[in-house]
């Protein structure tokens, strides 16, 4: 089964052609288009818009935090050395 409809990928094609004459522009800031894979990701976007079949965008992970927890090991490790008994 076709994971892109014949409209989704025409909207692709006409973005990749707008981005190729220099008429493309991004949503949000306006400047001009020059990345190919920016103008494919307007293509199906719009696509999505018009209410052509297009898998969903992916997610982003989250950022996990490692600081906190690099920390606290190296803490305890130096708390640890520091009381030992002198006799």
Do not use: D, F, N
């Amino acid at each position: 089964m076709a994971r892109y409809s014949k409209k989704s990928q025409s909207s692709v094609g006409s973005a990749m052609r707008r981005k190729k004459k220099g008429t493309l522009r991004s949503g949000r800031s306006g400047k001009k288009v020059t990345s190919s894979k920016q103008a494919i990701a307007i293509g199906l976007s719009e696509a999505r818009k018009k209410g052509a079949k297009v898998p969903a965008p992916k997610k982003k992970k989250a950022a996990k935090k490692r600081g906190t927890t690099a920390k606290k090991k190296t803490a305890g490790k130096r708390r640890s050395t520091a009381r030992k008994k002198s006799s």
